[in-house]
């Protein structure tokens, strides 16, 4: 899910696009770039949104499952069959 946060709206607008947004979900993977204005800004407060929501900062590699799955152009993984 896009943060958004290269729009350079402010760090309320990160913060409120992600922890309201219709994707968020366990698994989801939250879109941040480095080199946007108030992404650092924003940080502390969007982990603790997320941590209060009751969601958990994992590396990606442990939502990325290993065997018996193949990811597709979306990123998205898909069961092999």
């Known amino acids: ?4 946060d ?5 760090a ?3 913060i409120d696009t992600v922890l309201n947004h219709e994707a968020l ?5 939250i879109l941040c770039h480095n080199g946007a ?3 650092a800004e924003a ?11 009751g969601y ?6 442990e939502l990325i499952y290993k ?7 979306t990123g998205k993984q898909i069961k092999d069959s």
């Open 56 to 61: 958990e900062i994992v590396p990606i590699s």
């Open 37 to 39: 204005k108030y992404t």
């Open 25 to 29: 979900e366990n698994g989801s993977i």
């Open 67 to 73: 065997k018996d799955y193949h990811m597709d152009v």
């Open 1 to 4: 899910m896009d943060s958004l």
């Open 12 to 14: 309320d607008s990160i």
């Open 6 to 10: 290269w729009k350079d709206y402010g």
């Open 43 to 53: 940080l502390d407060a969007l982990i603790k949104g997320l941590k209060e929501k």
